[in-house]
């Protein structure tokens, strides 16, 4: 991992629970990725509402989110490039809990979490805490290290 890459995610988090919401955003704006392979272009024919009348609008809304902008998609990138440094049953566990916040106002779902690995839901949250715990200071110690070779 770069120094650089290191000290601006370290600028741009501020903390330990910065750093976990680097990665809850970062499940966020993979979401909001254009798909690899877009399946709507398979036809040449647009869909026809079979109701004249809800062609004009009446039927409901349906919102979609917005696509993810430049500023979102260099910190999914900063995300990715140090996903790495993480031990890869931490990263796991880690990118889990963090699609898993996506969209809730209640957070992570611990306890469907921990019936996927045999946890329990506390096992679950306390393993995520050391694991980003272990990256904040994974990532200063890089940093520090490339300060020091200045």
């Given at each position: ?17 910065g ?117 904040w ?8 290290r ?5």
């Amino acid at each position: 991992m770069e120094e650089q890459k290191a000290i601006a995610v370290l600028d741009h988090c501020h903390g330990v629970d910065g750093l976990a919401g680097l990665f809850f955003e970062a499940a966020d704006v993979e979401r909001r990725l254009p798909r690899a392979i877009d399946l709507r272009v398979k036809t040449g024919w647009p869909d026809a509402p079979p109701d004249p009348g809800l062609a004009y609008g009446y039927n409901e809304v349906e919102v979609r989110p917005s696509p993810a902008n430049a500023s979102e998609v260099e910190r999914y990138d900063w995300a990715l490039e140090i996903t790495p440094a993480m031990d890869a049953e931490d990263a796991r566990l880690v990118w889990a809990v963090a699609h898993s916040a996506v969209g809730r106002a209640r957070g992570p779902r611990w306890a469907l979490i921990g019936r996927m690995q045999g946890l329990h839901a506390q096992t679950v949250k306390r393993r995520f805490e050391r694991a980003v715990l272990d990256l904040w200071y994974r990532l200063q110690h890089v940093a520090v290290r490339g300060c020091n070779a200045r």
